[in-house]
């Protein structure tokens, strides 16, 4: 394959050619490029995702010879992270025509997983009937919600990867990422981010995720999600922003500059 090119296959060429490599123990990366929701709801076996900001840390890290093979929805997005790709001298670099949709109806896609045993005691113990993941109880909670509140990073991850919808918003218009931050778990909020979680909903009186960890003192909490790009300068329909409303010390130090 000339330098700066590279290929496109079919989802059947594509899937013949990891089967080749498996055989023969030959390493290759296969990458998916979709949004965090649509990975966390199905993607192929052994896939990673693959986001744009992230290419600098790929292109840093990946050894040139081995093969890469990329995805996207449809197979158009694909094909420009592949010739970025190319175009630093990646000597073998696929672009799947017809995206994850032409691999699922290959039958590449494995089907989503039931609940575990776990996730369905958790759900019956919180007032859910059924096994619908997202299923709303009292207050308009979902099963992803009381699980982030209750700090539970097994159940959270596992309802990640069951497609459980990380925006749905509660009866003060609250999603899972405002409930992580109440149960205080850096590990769960952490993990909701790197879902795709949105850092800056505003619930019904306007307040973000933010706002609540700055009222509240949880400093650490404060400094994680400014980290990830949360908007500091939103207001409540009050007219507060998080500095307004900063309870601690250090709260007030990581959001001064705000001010």
């Not at 079919?10 to 990366?29: C, I, K, S």
């Not at 409930?179 to 790197?194: E, I, P, S």
């Not at 010390?249 to 959001?255: E, I, Q």
Request: net charge negative.
């Amino acid at each position: 394959m000339p330098e700066g090119t590279f290929r496109t296959l079919t989802a059947a060429q594509a899937l013949a050619f990891m089967r080749r490599a498996d055989e023969q123990n030959r390493a290759y990366r296969l990458f998916d490029t979709r949004d965090a929701d649509s990975y966390a709801r199905g993607h192929l076996a052994g896939a990673e995702p693959l986001a744009e900001r992230e290419l600098g840390q790929w292109i840093g890290r990946l050894p040139r010879a081995q093969p890469l093979l990329i995805y996207c929805y449809h197979g158009h997005a694909s094909a420009v992270f592949a010739k970025t790709f190319a175009d630093f001298g990646y000597a073998e670099v696929y672009s799947i025509d017809g995206g994850f949709e032409a691999l699922a109806l290959a039958g590449a896609v494995e089907p989503n997983r039931a609940p575990s045993a776990a996730l369905r005691q958790f759900m019956a113990a919180q007032g859910f009937a059924g096994a619908d993941i997202d299923a709303a109880a009292d207050h308009g909670m979902t099963p992803l919600m009381k699980a982030a509140r209750a700090a539970r990073l097994d159940l959270v991850d596992e309802l990640i990867g069951l497609g459980a919808d990380l925006e749905a918003r509660n009866t003060d218009g609250n999603t899972a990422l405002w409930l992580a931050c109440f149960g205080g778990d850096a590990g769960v909020v952490q993990r909701l981010l790197a879902a795709g979680a949105r850092l800056d909903n505003q619930n019904d009186n306007g307040a973000t995720a933010l706002m609540y960890c700055a009222s509240s003192g949880r400093d650490a909490l404060v400094g994680l999600l400014l980290g990830a790009g949360a908007d500091a300068g939103l207001r409540t329909l009050d007219d507060f922003r998080a500095v307004d409303l900063a309870a601690t010390a250090g709260s007030l130090r990581l959001l001064r500059h705000t001010a």
